[in-house]
């Protein structure tokens, strides 16, 4: 239902004494800080052929902690694309960054990011980038590995004994390349050590997020995630589903197929012989790979994915345990209750 103007007006004005509050604590929290030297300075490179919001996604979040406002100024918190001077570096979607930072000390940063390209570009960066890399490990400073920077961090042999979050589009590369080193594809984010890697996309805000709530406080992460968030709708979104699902992956592409289709209908509207005749399998084949692929049924897995957007619901929204029970394909709030304290040892209730 749209909102009259009225209401729309009182919205707006609730978000900007929302800003102007973490303002203020902030501005209160600072003025006994006598060194105001930044709280948070990264320093990043580009391969050819980067990721667009990967980029975006560090430096919007930091443009928001980084002043008071939308005055967008990197007071607090500041950013550099680093580089040869002059150099610029062509996106995946054509446009090109220039670098605005030689290769200085990179002591002057507390993190390096390196934003890896298209695969087959990866040996195209400048030799210099690979070197400062090394330089910046010889002299502690945390480096983090974003999309398939994870792939660069490899090569370079900064990730070994780590585990590292690799997106699932790249997960077999990454395993053929570097079948030594432990992977994870559901993380947004891994921090081990000195290193952290990203799978990219919307996983970068849920890791600028965590270093300015680390380094910069409660109020400007929460600042943040107020400014990068969508307006306060009646129902989630179809984004906001999708982050509440869990997808799992299987090397055998008809069960990944699976996968997807039932949780992205978030487990409703989905049988395990309806979901067989959709990826060209018997019901018994079925049945048979993806217990095999995933370690349960295929009945046990639907049931399990609604009871995870189930308490998704239940943890970040103000439904009721009724309306949740028949937004997830339950008869009533008690058959929900039920099958949610098997599942995670306690009533719907104890979870808000």
Avoid at 131 to 147: E, F, M, Q, T
Avoid at 173 to 185: E, N, T
Avoid at 243 to 260: G, L, T
Avoid at 291 to 319: H, S
Wanted: hydrophobic share 40%.
């Amino acid at each position: 239902m749209a909102l009259d103007a009225g209401e729309d007006a009182s919205r707006r004005e609730l978000g900007s004494d929302y800003v102007t509050w973490l303002d203020g604590l902030w501005s209160q929290r600072l003025s006994s800080v006598p060194d105001r030297r930044p709280e948070l300075t990264i320093g990043i490179l580009l391969w050819p052929g980067f990721p667009m919001m990967s980029l975006t996604g560090i430096v919007e979040s930091l443009r928001h902690a980084g002043d008071f406002g939308d005055n967008s100024q990197p007071v607090h918190c500041r950013w550099f694309v680093v580089g040869d001077r002059g150099a610029a570096v062509a996106a995946s979607c054509g446009l090109r960054v220039q670098a605005d930072l030689p290769y200085v000390n990179p002591t002057d940063f507390d993190y390096l990011v390196a934003i890896g390209g298209l695969l087959p570009q990866l040996r195209a960066a400048s030799s210099r980038h690979r070197d400062y890399l090394r330089i910046a490990d010889s002299a502690g400073v945390p480096i983090i590995g974003v999309c398939t920077g994870v792939f660069v961090l490899a090569q370079e042999g900064l990730l070994a004994g780590r585990k590292v979050a690799v997106h699932p589009f790249h997960r077999e590369d990454f395993h053929a390349a570097f079948p030594s080193l432990r992977i994870s594809s559901r993380d947004d984010f891994l921090a081990d050590g000195d290193r952290i890697t990203v799978p990219g996309g919307v996983s970068i805000l849920s890791l600028m997020t965590d270093l300015i709530r680390t380094h910069c406080g409660a109020d400007r992460a929460a600042k943040v995630v107020h400014q990068l968030s969508l307006a306060n709708q009646p129902a989630t979104s179809e984004f906001d589903r999708a982050r509440a699902s869990n997808f799992r992956y299987s090397a055998d592409p008809r069960i990944q197929q699976a996968v997807v289709i039932i949780e992205s209908r978030m487990g409703q509207d989905a049988t395990p012989d309806d979901i067989a005749t959709r990826v060209g399998l018997s019901s018994r084949q079925f049945g048979r790979l993806f217990k095999e692929q995933i370690g349960m049924t295929p009945k046990r897995f639907i049931l399990e994915t609604r009871l995870r957007y189930a308490r998704w619901l239940v943890e970040n929204t103000q439904r009721s345990v009724t309306e949740i029970a028949y937004e997830t394909g339950f008869s009533d709030c008690a058959h929900l209750a039920t099958a949610f304290k098997a599942k995670f040892g306690k009533p719907p209730t104890h979870c808000r």
